[in-house]
């Protein structure tokens, strides 16, 4: 109107030559066309739709631009906002009056294979058009129509978010799970969004989500006492796209199949990272090595393995350790696989160096975390020399990237356990902490007694020491909103990620906004399973490298890392949000994979 007013009305018709904005638009197809009468800043704010792409959208392309949809808005808010009002339609030629609504409805039935909806005067066009389509299949030619009455009740629903909503209800019960699917698709949007279509079609993200397989078992074994005890046991084999099954065993009371996915999901991307040949999985079972006799540890370990062993192989799936699956545990999966297949193969990483393990595999994880954590702060003006580091964790993970900070010019002053946590003024010593946890298997109550000027505190709080540097590499969660304040507040300028999900999403964001460099940990701990790739290398080469040749391709494959994240956030506009960049170069080389090997 040419008095700056927004009166707008729903046109549903089909013609051969409609009339917008002073341009005849000849179409052949249905047209759908919406104008928001709510929004009066923007009057021209539009919703344009062709429901047929036959050929003929290309007679829309001239004047919209976009050979298929297109949305014409000041204010983006705008469009999704749109509402059928009751009232004069004189101002509209070829307005469908109110009481025809329906009618018009009913014409989109048959194009759409929907079920009839009554539409009433005051009722959101777009809103209920959603009633129409939502959860009924539609043909391929009509996914733009689809996703254009997606947005009702304002909001456009996209790919992501109808697979998180799916995720969510298929996996009730598994938090971890959805918060890693979560985190990941949202960083994906505008990779995702830019060919939503064709994702749609493939139903790529379904897939991806999905694991390949997943293993549940029962592990019966016997006790010191005599007594028959029963664990489960898992192995989620998540995605084999580029390479064999790569990922850790757990042994913990707390594993269930939900941690498990979440777990082998965020090592599916984790890998990819690496550039080596390796695809994403996680096992484990909920037993607890703690205070158990290695003769029960033995006992578990072979019960464990005489089912496991039928799902593994060099070349299908390579398990290692994680939380509770060290060396000794390791020797004893190893034996009973060699038993039980007759076949010397490099099927296990974190092997002892006498069978075919790797030198710098322990210190992997740790050591890579560091070499990472540098090269980001060089990259971003800061170097870590002098500075003060807390690590939460006293696992090979927390260890090792203390003993490689104090390499690398750093003072780390804290380390933490399941009961309570140490502050070191003079630095954690690495030889002290590696005899308490590593040979005695005691708590860290004892290296307070071996160090008199340390200090041992019962429960959390790792986060309150003021540092420069947080590196959190215990477990998944430790790091919630309230200890990314109290980072902040201490004068914090780096987390990175030594453990797997370990900040909440909700301190990852907090973290951010605050402008703090923040890596996560499928990039910043993904050294581990670099090196379990070394170690393979090695046993199919039957070789074995030098500590320093190993230690070098860590740290070229770390740097590489970060730099292929760093490029891949400044490519999509996302400069600075290594989450983002990690995600997307993770998840850019298993979708070519997949896209590649077609739908399997």
Known sequence: RGDGKSIF??????????????????????????????????????????????????????????????????????????????????DAAHAAEPGSLEEAAQGFEGLLHIEAVQIHAGLGAVGALTELVHDHAVEAHHEAFAVLVRKGQGKLKLAVDEILERVAAQNPGQPEFLQAVTEVLESLRVVIEKNEDYYRKNAFLERLVTPERIVMFRVPWVDDKGQVQVNNGYRVQFNSAIGPYKGGLRFHPSVNQGILKFLGFEQTFKNSLTGLP?????????????????REVMAFCQSFMTELYKYIGENEDVPAGDIGVGGREIGYLYGQYKRLTGQYEGVLTGKGLSYGGSLARTQATGYGLLYLTDEMLRCNGKDLKGKTVVVSGAGNVATYAIEKAWQLGAKPVTCSDSTGWIYDPDGIDVATLIDV???????????????????????????????????????????????????????????????????????????QEQGILFCPGKAANAGGVATSA?????????????????????????????HNLDAAAKEYGMEGNYVAGANIAGFLKVADAMNAQGIV
């Open 9 to 90: 009305r729903p046109l549903f018709c089909v013609s051969h030559q409609i009339f917008v904005s002073g341009h005849t638009l000849p179409v052949h197809m249905p047209l759908f066309l919406v104008l928001s009468e709510e929004h009066v800043e923007a009057p021209g704010a539009a919703v344009m739709f062709l429901g047929r792409a036959e050929g003929q959208h290309h007679a829309l392309e001239g004047f919209l631009g976009n050979p298929a949809l297109e949305f014409l808005a000041q204010d983006a808010d705008a469009v999704g906002a749109v509402v059928a009002a009751a009232g004069d339609h004189e």
């Open 534 to 562: 070394l170690e393979m290398t090695q046993n199919s080469q039957r070789l074995s490298w030098t500590f320093e040749e190993v230690d070098a391709k860590l740290k070229d494959i770390m740097v590489n890392i970060f």
């Open 278 to 294: 390796i695809g994403g999985g996680k096992g484990g079972a909920d037993f607890d090595p703690k205070g158990k006799s290695d």
């Open 437 to 511: 946890k590593q040979v005695k298997r005691a708590r860290l109550t004892e290296y307070a007694k071996a160090r008199p000027k340390s200090v041992y505190h019962e429960g959390k709080g790792v986060w309150t020491t003021k540092c420069d540097v947080a590196l959190p590499c215990a477990t998944q969660n430790e790091l919630l909103l309230d200890d990314a304040k109290a980072l902040v507040a201490n004068g914090c300028f780096a987390v990175v990620e030594g453990a797997n999900m370990p900040t909440s999403l909700d301190a990852t964001k907090y973290l």
